[in-house]
């Protein structure tokens, strides 16, 4: 079982950045994939961006690619996502998410959720 605690939403310009974390609980975080997914009110949830145990192999939406990094640190069970040169559009709920098996944009790939964060960027 693997509990994820998202931090670091708020409100930003358009332009501005912001820097999400999710820690992950228990001493197996370096076999997880993780990924960052979002949801807008009314919309279907997207998928963002997704990074490999070692955090070599990554994948990203070609709505955020250029814009956002996704990174993981191993020894402090935590993953990244450096968000810059944020768009109104970029308005969600970011949650991240853990996989034992691929590196994947799919959400159904994905066993554990953690609660979300607020990001909101006025125009």
């Known amino acids: 079982q693997v509990q994820l605690v998202e931090s670091g939403g708020g409100l930003v310009q358009a332009g501005g950045s912001l820097r999400l974390s999710c820690v992950a609980s228990?001493?197996?975080?370096?076999?997880?994939?993780m990924g960052w997914f979002r949801q807008a009110p009314g919309k279907e949830r997207e998928s963002v961006a997704a990074?490999?145990?070692?955090?070599?192999?990554?994948h990203y939406a070609d709505s955020v690619k250029g814009r956002f990094t996704i990174s993981r640190d191993n020894a402090k069970n935590t993953v990244y996502l450096q968000m810059n040169s944020l768009k109104p559009e970029d308005t969600a709920v970011y949650v991240c998410?853990?996989?034992?098996?691929?590196?994947?944009?799919?959400?159904?790939?994905?066993?554990?959720w953690g609660q979300g964060t607020q990001v909101t960027v006025s125009s």
């Open positions: 228990g001493r197996t975080f370096s076999t997880y994939v």
């Open positions: 998410a853990a996989n034992k098996y691929r590196t994947t944009m799919n959400s159904s790939a994905y066993d554990y």
């Open positions: 990074i490999g145990w070692g955090g070599i192999s990554k």
